[in-house]
């Protein structure tokens, strides 16, 4: 009955490794969100897809390049990984009806070492 | 563009009193929903109450509830019996209403709150 779920929940890698997150919506939504949580918790934006398409690109390094094979899904994959990049990540989905609201996944901890 | 503060980071309460978690923004926009996430230590992030900008009463969900104020661009959280359960990072969330395609969160630094029982 998971509504958003993330995989894995935890990843622990070497610098300079290239990883993926998967995330998967079954709520019917159209349109998922990737977020990232700081150390200090803050959060922000990264990137939107609507419908497959890319709405949102807010000012990340091209070594983030996400990818939505269909409105269910939406991945994040990373190249070449740095320090900073450790940090949660979660996925995020929402629909027209409920204008705003956005329903988040568990998150996926990304520890680079 | 947007902005949220949360001028609290932490805030504590007794089990069963009431407090009042604070949240100030700005925006340009008309149009705009304001949110309040709860993230426990589990940290998954679990929507508390939304409240949309053209409404004037101000929304409420069981024992939690908010002080809408638009000219004061304010949007203030309260619990009310608190609970050991309520104890989690507090978020403060903007999104400007648009007609389609995607809305992005803009959230405020987090307030931890702390039930003590």
């Known amino acids: 009955d998971t509504a958003v779920s993330q995989t894995p929940k935890y990843l622990v890698t070497q610098m300079g490794n290239d990883k993926s997150i998967k995330c998967e919506q079954n709520l019917g939504h159209d349109t998922m969100y990737w977020y990232k949580q700081d150390s200090k918790k803050f959060l922000k934006i990264m990137f939107s897809?609507?419908?497959?398409?890319?709405?949102i690109n807010e000012t990340v390094p091209n070594r983030f390049s996400p990818k939505s094979p269909d409105k269910a899904h939406l991945n994040l994959h990373i190249n070449s990984l740095e320090l900073g990049d450790s940090a949660v990540y979660f996925c995020?989905?929402?629909?027209?009806?409920?204008?705003?609201?956005?329903?988040f996944g568990p998150g996926t901890r990304l520890t680079v070492l | 563009a947007q902005t949220v503060t949360q001028s609290q980071p932490e805030m504590s309460v007794q089990e069963a009193e009431t407090v009042t978690l604070s949240c100030t923004y700005d925006?340009?926009?008309?149009?705009?929903?304001l949110f309040w996430y709860k993230q426990p230590p589990s940290r998954q992030m679990i929507l508390v109450i939304r409240q949309e900008a053209y409404k004037q009463q101000n929304a409420t969900e069981n024992r939690f509830s908010v002080n809408f104020q638009k000219a004061a661009k304010s949007f203030s959280l309260k619990i009310s019996d608190s609970q050991l359960g309520d104890a989690a990072m507090y978020f403060c969330?903007?999104?400007?209403?648009?007609?389609?395609?995607?809305?992005?969160?803009?959230f405020g630094q987090g307030t931890r709150l702390t039930i003590n029982p």
């Open positions: 995020a989905s929402s629909n027209r009806d409920r204008a705003g609201e956005q329903f």
């Open positions: 969330a903007l999104t400007p209403a648009v007609s389609q395609g995607a809305q992005k969160l803009v």
């Open positions: 925006t340009s926009e008309s149009d705009y929903y």
């Open positions: 897809y609507n419908n497959k398409e890319l709405i």
